[in-house]
């Protein structure tokens, strides 16, 4: 293990790698300030420039560009009340009421500490924690594997549907048919090509990716007239305030940046569970253990309820490698795509990563370090630098982002057929996402579908046909279980709410 | 049971799922493989089924009105969409260089930019620092045959 930290803090420490950290951290986080754009769209938009990197140098401006999101997302929640990521909402409940009292720039070094804080901590929770799970990973056959995606498949449409769980498998069995088109990996029989030849190595996954999520972002934008009411000048020194933080301010958010980065790592652990439900939880949490006073304040500016979710969110990014790294399962759509591109590098993330290629494995959580502090002195001073891409216009914002979309995924197969399918794809979905089908189920129900079905296959001929794996390993036993207790809790959620109505 | 947007969703999903079983049914596997435990149809029934079952029940629960779809700017939408496409054709007609820009000019114009310099300066330069980055940095080949006629690339 320490022979593995020492390659991954060589790789990490390499000025080529620092320098695609800097550089993911501030694409990160420019993209992720922009309303409608969040991180999935931000390293969408970066897979296609990664395709003539080393896989530990993608992996790293990757990670550096989804903190890096975060980040920037907290920034656009602050300023003008428009979250460009989900994971940062409940961060404008108290940062954006600081920001209209004029302290802008408190509530922004706020953040800025805050999502160090909780990304570092949880940085050494997944050093910890991750070759850990990656030993006890080992024992999983293809029976467990093949439980244990189920359980990603369903918590993500549990989790990240808010409230719309039959949308959510609708949208994940969508997925999983979208990713049997072309070949079957093992009798290489065409399936579903319809006697197309552009269908018959696959749909791209970078295509599905760029189309549901930054193309369709940019038709969005247009299609429900989103306003952006933030001129250039709204981002001077002046206007913001001061970015200093008083001893007792810091005094007050030590303790909740100790609580909230844990609960933070443990809920990016969870599968489907993420950095939106993180800062939730952690801002609720916070709420109900503060006093009479101190409650008073949430939602009215207070510095707890801005440190809470901004710390969590961040831990929760960091958590959410945990499950990609050891069992090569994603546990959130970030991560999903972040898996999709690994698989495009012919890298299998997985509990032999970290000892097949270290270089990757701890690279990465070594170079989480750098990002945080690059964040932290990069980002902080050049807020009121950065924040001015707010005064973007959209006029200008949407052919650009159409435009990288399109170069991305045409630069890759050079076949116009991929333009025309993107564009079809990006139309379906911004009506799906209109009638709130969740588009984060169908990309993991994408990026899974080959690997379920390989391991379904073996663990069926490994069993002469029966599905009794199921409940005969343990391992399996415990995760079917969990995914019966996922259904009945959304049974009797649903029968709640309609009772409610 | 009243008609919604959901509702007719669902309904479309379960028409598609319904065809998706058949064709999945219809995948030809070798002789030897037809009764096998495990063979090519097998795992898209299986998500067929998954689907017909989801979709069904969004169908039947589903409850409520959605938001009316007429308040939106499905035109703007749409002739952004045919734009792309006519960007996608004309790519490899006349190369990565003037199709981009064309693209973008023509899509800042339509979304109501009317300033020329900020038309220009948000295209050609941003078009000619992505081709030199990826064209002169990356080594990423992109066919142009206009840029190759001025002699600026080989």
């Known amino acids: ?501 | 049971m009243g008609i919604s947007y959901t509702r007719i969703s669902a309904l479309i999903f379960l028409l598609l799922f319904v065809i998706y079983s058949y064709l999945a049914g219809e995948i030809k596997v070798f002789v030897f493989d037809e009764n096998a435990d495990f063979n090519a149809r097998t795992f898209p029934k299986l998500i067929s089924y998954l689907g017909i079952i989801v979709s069904f029940l969004t169908l039947v629960l589903s409850r409520g009105a959605d938001d009316p779809l007429g308040k939106y700017e499905w035109l703007k939408v749409l002739v952004l969409f045919v734009l792309v496409f006519t960007y996608g054709i004309i790519i490899k007609l006349v190369g990565f260089f003037i199709s981009t820009n064309l693209f973008l000019l023509v899509s800042y114009y339509y979304l109501g930019v009317r300033n020329y310099k900020v038309l220009l300066l948000c295209s050609i330069p941003v078009v000619a620092a992505l081709q030199f980055m990826l064209h002169g940095l990356l080594d990423v080949y992109i066919r142009d045959p206009f840029l190759q006629l001025l002699g600026i690339i080989s």
């Open chain 1, 1 to 501: 293990m320490i022979e593995g930290i020492w390659i991954g803090i060589n790789t990490a420490f390499s000025g080529y790698n620092i320098f695609m950290v800097m550089m993911g951290c501030f694409a990160g986080t420019i993209i992720g300030m922009l309303p409608g754009l969040g991180p999935m769209s931000a390293i969408a938009l970066m897979i296609p420039i990664t395709y003539g990197f080393d896989p530990a140098s993608a992996m790293i401006l990757m990670a550096g560009v989804y903190y890096g999101a975060i980040f920037g997302g907290s920034t656009s929640s602050i300023l003008i009340n428009a979250p460009g990521v989900a994971g940062t909402v409940s961060t404008s409940f108290d940062g954006y009421p600081m920001a209209k009292r004029g302290q802008a720039g408190k509530a922004l070094a706020i953040a800025a500490y805050s999502s160090f804080s909780g990304g570092t901590i949880a940085a050494i929770f997944l050093l910890i924690a991750a070759p850990q799970l990656a030993k006890v990973s080992l024992s999983f056959q293809s029976a467990d594997y093949f439980a244990l995606m189920c359980v990603g498949l369903l918590s993500i449409a549990a989790f990240a549907s808010k409230g719309q769980f039959l949308k959510a498998m609708v949208m994940t069995a969508l997925g999983l048919a979208l990713a049997t088109v072309g070949q079957d990996s093992l009798s290489d029989i065409t399936r579903f090509a319809f006697g197309n030849i552009n269908l018959m190595d696959g749909i791209s996954f970078v295509l599905l990716v760029m189309a549901t999520f930054a193309m369709s972002e940019a038709f969005m934008i247009v299609f429900k007239k989103m306003e952006i009411n933030f001129k250039a000048s709204d981002a001077s020194i002046d206007k913001l305030g001061s970015i200093k933080l008083s001893k007792e301010e810091v005094k007050e958010m030590v303790p909740v940046i100790g609580r909230t980065s844990v609960l933070g790592f443990l809920v990016g652990v969870l599968p489907g569970a993420g950095a939106t439900i993180a800062s939730f939880l952690a801002w609720g949490f916070e709420r109900s253990i503060a006093n009479v006073k101190d409650k008073l304040k949430f939602g009215n500016g207070s510095i707890k309820g801005l440190t809470a979710p901004e710390t969590a969110n961040n831990a929760a990014c960091t958590g959410s490698f945990v499950p990609l790294l050891t069992l090569g399962i994603p546990g959130s759509g970030t991560t999903a795509v972040m898996l999709g591109a690994l698989l495009s590098f012919g890298v299998q993330p997985g509990p032999r990563l970290y000892v097949e290629q270290p270089e990757i494995f701890w690279a990465v959580i070594v170079s989480m370090y750098i990002g945080n502090v690059v964040l932290l002195i990069l980002n902080l001073p050049l807020i009121p630098y950065i924040a001015r891409i707010l005064a973007i216009p959209k006029n200008i914002l949407v052919p650009l982002v159409l435009f990288f979309s399109v170069t991305g995924v045409y630069l890759i197969s050079f076949n116009s057929f991929d333009i025309y399918f993107m564009a079809i794809v990006a139309f379906i979905s911004l009506v799906l996402r209109t009638l709130n089908y969740p588009m984060p189920p169908l990309i993991l129900g994408f990026i899974l579908g080959g690997m379920l079905e390989k391991n379904l296959r073996r663990a069926l001929l490994i069993n002469d046909g029966s599905f009794s794996f199921l409940w005969e390993r343990p391992i399996s036993l415990a995760l079917f279980i969990l995914m019966i207790l996922i259904v009945l809790l959304q049974i009797y959620q649903g029968i709640k709410k309609r009772k409610i109505k």
